[in-house]
């Protein structure tokens, strides 16, 4: 293809889950959808994004961990390397990026600095604009 930056890495698009958007869509709890789907990161970072609101601190970073784990695990599956781009404008992506964006803060509250600048910078390197539309909730 003429024109393509050929050192320019593809995104990775983490597949669609029918089943589980359907639940989610239909308004299943976030405690039953990881009973539901324990491999999905969106329902982890659910979890942890609840837990935050109620000021459980830890459980908000247990919980995001295990989201951040297993988008890990999915974007391997999905020919992720270990660098990219992790676009957030791609759906099914928002899930582990919620995770890693909530392991940060959690990571943050308890004064865990190099686990935040590592984060930090991997949220950046997967999407720039990540970290500001899951701040304002545009997901």
């Known amino acids: 293809m003429i ?19 359907a639940r989610y869509q239909a308004g299943d709890e976030a405690e039953d959808l990881a009973k539901a789907f324990p491999t999905s990161s969106l ?13 459980r601190t830890i459980e908000s970073y247990a919980f995001s961990r295990v989201g951040y ?35 940060g803060r959690a990571a943050a509250a308890i004064g865990e600095s190099e686990e935040v600048a590592r984060i930090k910078q991997f949220l950046h390197d997967s999407d720039p604009a990540a970290a500001e ?6 997901y």
Request: charged share 25%; aromatic share 10%; net charge negative.
């Open 3 to 21: 024109g393509r930056n050929l050192m320019e890495m593809k995104p990775t698009l983490l597949p669609e889950d029918e089943e589980f958007n």
């Open 43 to 55: 329902a982890w970072a659910m979890l942890a994004e609840e837990a935050w609101e109620e000021g």
């Open 69 to 103: 784990h297993r988008g890990l695990d999915a974007l391997r599956g999905a020919g992720w390397k270990g660098t990219g781009p992790v676009p957030f404008s791609h759906e099914p992506n928002r899930g582990f990026l919620r995770a890693l964006y909530s392991l």
């Open 133 to 138: 539309l899951i701040e304002q909730g545009k």
